[in-house]
T-cell receptor
Framework: ETGVTQTPRHLVMGMTNKKSLKCEQH?????MYWYKQSAKKPLELMFV???????ENNSVPSRFSPECPNSSHLFLHLHTLQPEDSALYLC?????????????FGSGTQLSVL | ELKVEQNPLFLSMQEGKNYTIYCNYS?????LYWYRQDPGKSLESLFV?????AVKQEGRLMASLDTKARLSTLHITAAVHDLSATYFC??????????????FGSGTRLSIRP
């Protein structure tokens, strides 16, 4: 248990659906991240939030919409996705300026887009 | 463009042997990380290397960093089956900013056979 909880663990959705991924961290960290892990590419950084403010949007299509209401919660809202968006979506958190700033990852949401 | 390159990408080795995984990166960074991922699981932090010449060891794994050469190595000593996993190196680009931007290599899939 890393202290970062993601739900759901698995999600199957159609291209016209709207769904949301949820991440919660219990570590008191001040930064949260979304990464995408697909079979054919390295882990891709999608979004970074620092003290609830988005500091990085790594050219992610607008069909992915992040939300960070507070430093413990992070959402990824999904709409009109494409089959190539099927992947494992990993949430992570870290403590900035507090030491080594290593990432603590959740277990991920395995997303399948039909 | 930042590149984080690992080699080899796949490694099959016998128990009891030694081997090294290499991680080259193309831009200045003051933090390098090694992570482990077991099949179907999330990523687990192994090492954080914060300075040139840093060396860290945990059990049969030892990581080192040469910031001048932009090279890190993960050395496996007397491999055992339990070390079979995918190993990722990651580089933090946020030298002067307040937020982490951690970019991952493609991973090295390590398989250790009896």
């Amino acid at each position: 248990e890393t202290g970062v909880t993601q739900t759901p663990r698995h999600l199957v959705m159609g291209m016209t659906n709207k769904k949301s991924l949820k991440c919660e961290q219990h570590l008191g960290h001040n930064a949260m991240y979304w990464y995408k892990q697909s079979a054919k590419k390295p882990l891709e950084l999608m979004f970074v939030y620092n003290f609830k403010e988005q500091t990085e949007n790594n050219s992610v299509p607008s069909r992915f919409s992040p939300e960070c209401p507070n430093s413990s919660h992070l959402f990824l809202h999904l709409h009109t996705l494409q089959p190539e968006d099927s992947a494992l979506y990993l949430c992570a958190s870290s403590q900035l300026k507090g030491g080594d700033e290593k990432l603590f990852f959740g277990s991920g949401t395995q997303l399948s887009v039909l | 463009e930042l590149k984080v390159e690992q080699n080899p990408l796949f490694l099959s080795m016998q128990e009891g042997k030694n081997y090294t995984i290499y991680c080259n990166y193309s831009t200045t960074s003051d933090r390098l990380y090694w992570y482990r991922q077991d099949p179907g699981k999330s990523l687990e932090s192994l090492f954080v290397l914060l300075s040139n010449g840093a060396v860290k060891q945990e059990g049969r794994l030892m990581a080192s960093l040469d910031t001048k050469a932009r090279l890190s190595t993960l050395h496996i000593t007397a491999a055992v089956h339990d070390l079979s996993a995918t190993y990722f190196c990651a580089v933090d680009l946020s030298l002067y900013s307040s937020a982490s931007k951690i970019i991952f290599g493609s991973g090295t899939r390590l398989s250790i056979r009896p």
